[in-house]
Each structure stands twice: as structure tokens, then as C-alpha cells.
């Protein structure tokens, strides 16, 4: 299972980046979801999907600004992020495993992360 993430960087508050995550066909048939943890803190889910894509679910400090959507041709996860706040900073990652774990980190593939800046 490999999972590769691009798409980070340094941005003002109140701006956008998209994350992408690069899977496997198997991989991204799979429950997927996008996971961060910022420097002292525990890793926080920010957004899960269903295996397929069947059904989503956002934290509750990403609502109405995160959207996660996928490339099904070229198995790519994405992570829309607009509105950033700094509270947004941090390594975000992507995970993959065939049970649905929810927000909790317990899946058991993880890719490297990219990492985000809100200043």
C-alpha cells in the first residue's frame, strides 16, 4: 500500500491549497480519509470517506470550508481547503485501510504527509 501526498506549502490566513494523494487502483477502492497533527499535538481526523466513496464525514472545524473529492480514472484523493486559519498548520496525512475507523487514527496505512503553514 502506498499512499503519497503533495500539495502543501505556506499560505496567508484566509487563503486556499488543495492536498492530492496518490494511491493504488486497490488503495483508493478502500476507506480513505485525511488526518493532521500539528508540532505537541495528537493526529486529528479531518475527513473520512467510505470505501467507494459512499459516504463522507467532516470534524467539526472543517465544515463548510474543507471538501474532500477524488480522481476515480487516476485513483488521486484531494483536499480542498479554503478559509485557512492558523489553527490550520500542520503535517497532513493521508490513510487507507479496508475497515472504516471514522475520525479515529487507527488506520493502518499512512502516507509520509505534506505539510501546511497558515500564517
Known amino acids: 500500500v502506498q499512499l503519497v501526498e503533495s500539495g502543501g506549502g505556506s499560505v496567508q490566513a484566509g487563503g486556499s491549497l488543495r492536498l492530492s494523494c496518490a494511491a493504488s487502483k486497490y488503495t483508493y477502492s478502500r476507506c480513505m480519509g485525511w488526518f493532521r497533527q500539528a508540532p505537541g499535538k495528537e493526529r486529528e481526523g479531518v475527513v473520512v470517506?467510505?470505501?467507494?466513496?459512499?459516504?463522507?464525514y467532516y470534524a467539526d472545524s472543517v465544515k463548510g470550508r474543507f471538501i474532500i473529492s477524488g480522481d476515480n480514472a487516476n485513483h488521486i484523493l484531494y483536499l480542498q481547503m479554503n478559509s485557512l486559519t492558523p489553527e490550520d498548520t500542520g503535517m497532513y496525512h493521508c490513510?487507507?485501510?479496508?475497515?472504516?475507523?471514522?475520525?479515529?487514527?487507527?488506520?493502518?496505512?499512512w502516507g509520509q504527509g505534506t505539510q501546511v503553514t497558515v500564517s
Open positions: 470517506r467510505t470505501s467507494g466513496g459512499g459516504a463522507t
Open positions: 490513510a487507507s485501510d479496508r475497515v472504516y475507523f471514522g475520525l479515529l487514527p487507527r488506520y493502518n496505512y
